[in-house]
């Protein structure tokens, strides 16, 4: 079977869907599957030719023209085309399936239209409260672009249940949508908490209480208050320090994992998660978690089980859930356990075999 994969970003581009592209392009070969890459970027050296981009260097509209007639081209000899956004690759990629008749699926991991509203457009509400408004022409247009992919689609692909639930908010077939979880691949960090604040050259004092969060840094994040909630604490627990890694500084995905496990707590005051990539490698690498009780996050994270839960900015919330976990008052031991033998069972070979199954 021959797959034909159109996303926005591969890498060196960052990001789940870059991430998961490359994975099913490494992995689905070793299945029997022959299958080739169209992404938006700058062609390197070391691409191979079973990577094509698209490079953004041209003007708007021009290169997504672009990117369908390389869809068109290339999927012609193609059985599947397989999406991994409803807009910016989606678009480009259905018409193209569409002309050639060929299967299409898509895999949607959030709401573009909203993130694209909220970051540009002025939108103020959280996905569950967007879902049932109207805005302007700008958020519409991506709105109606965004379902007419879905509507069209001969499968669709979510990573959690929650977007699920929003997907088929949209006027789609439930039958039609599939829930595959994305796995999580940790590298085996044999080192105390200790041992890698060292390894790390922490600046700070080896007994310091560190919270650690890890995000793009845009507006739902929650970076602000959380930073607030630190200066609260601090009058408490002067030893207190906070890390944000994505806004405050990019680590490499190595250097990531040292310091989750140098962390005494792993916070992410998100107000929208489709199924957040950062809580399971927190919940992996043995961080207890706390977090807030929005999108799929309480798919994760079971709130006095395996971390803690609570709203969305709670301050006041943010700071007791904190002080619990710091100072033992719940049972830190048993979330980490529990969180770790939750994620053993995101593996890449189930991810592979789910997604495999949707594909024959």
């Not at 099913?24 to 691409?47: C, H, M, Q, T, W």
């Not at 599939?178 to 890698?196: H, R």
């Not at 004092?205 to 200066?231: C, H, M, Q, Y």
């Not at 998100?270 to 799929?296: D, F, K, W």
Request: glycine share 8%; proline share 4%.
């Amino acid at each position: 079977m021959r797959i034909l994969i159109a996303t926005g970003i591969f890498p060196p581009d960052i990001g789940g869907p870059a991430t998961y592209s490359k994975l099913l392009l490494e992995e689905l070969p070793k299945r029997g599957f022959a299958v080739k890459i169209i992404s938006y970027g700058e062609s390197a050296a070391n691409d191979s030719i079973k990577i094509v981009k698209v490079s953004r260097k041209i003007p708007w509209g021009l290169r997504h023209l672009d990117y369908f007639w390389k869809v068109y081209c290339f999927g012609r000899e193609s059985d599947i085309i397989f999406a991994q956004d409803a807009v910016s690759a989606g678009l480009p990629a259905l018409l193209a399936a569409k002309i050639l008749r060929k299967k299409f699926i898509l895999k949607v991991v959030g709401d573009y239209a909203w993130e694209q509203g909220f970051l540009r457009f002025g939108v103020k509400d959280l996905p569950d409260d967007f879902q049932n408004k109207k805005y302007g022409f700008s958020v519409g247009l991506l709105r109606f672009i965004q379902r007419k992919v879905c509507k069209n689609a001969d499968y669709i692909i979510t990573p959690s249940f929650y977007l699920k639930k929003i997907v088929s908010g949209w006027n789609i077939e439930e039958n039609k949508i599939k829930v595959i979880y994305n796995a999580v691949d940790i590298p085996e960090i044999n080192l105390s908490k200790e041992e890698a604040r060292k390894k790390l050259i922490y600046s700070g004092n080896i007994n310091d209480k560190i919270i650690i969060s890890i995000g793009r840094d845009v507006p739902w994040k929650g970076f602000t208050e959380l930073g607030a909630v630190r200066d609260e604490l601090k009058k408490e627990i002067p030893d207190i320090k906070l890390i944000i890694i994505g806004k405050d500084k990019i680590l490499p995905r190595e250097a990531i994992f040292l310091s989750l496990r140098a962390a005494d707590i792993f916070v992410l005051n998100t107000g929208y998660e489709g199924l957040s990539h950062q809580i399971l490698e927190a919940m992996a690498v043995g961080v207890p978690v706390v977090t807030t009780n929005v999108g799929g996050n309480p798919e994760l994270i079971k709130d006095g089980r395996n971390g803690l839960l609570v709203r969305y900015n709670d301050k006041e919330g943010l700071k007791n859930a904190i002080k619990k976990v710091l100072f033992n008052e719940v049972d830190v031991a048993g979330f980490v356990k529990k969180s770790r033998d939750f994620v053993g069972s995101f593996t890449e070979e189930k991810m592979i075999s789910e997604l495999i199954g949707v594909l024959k």
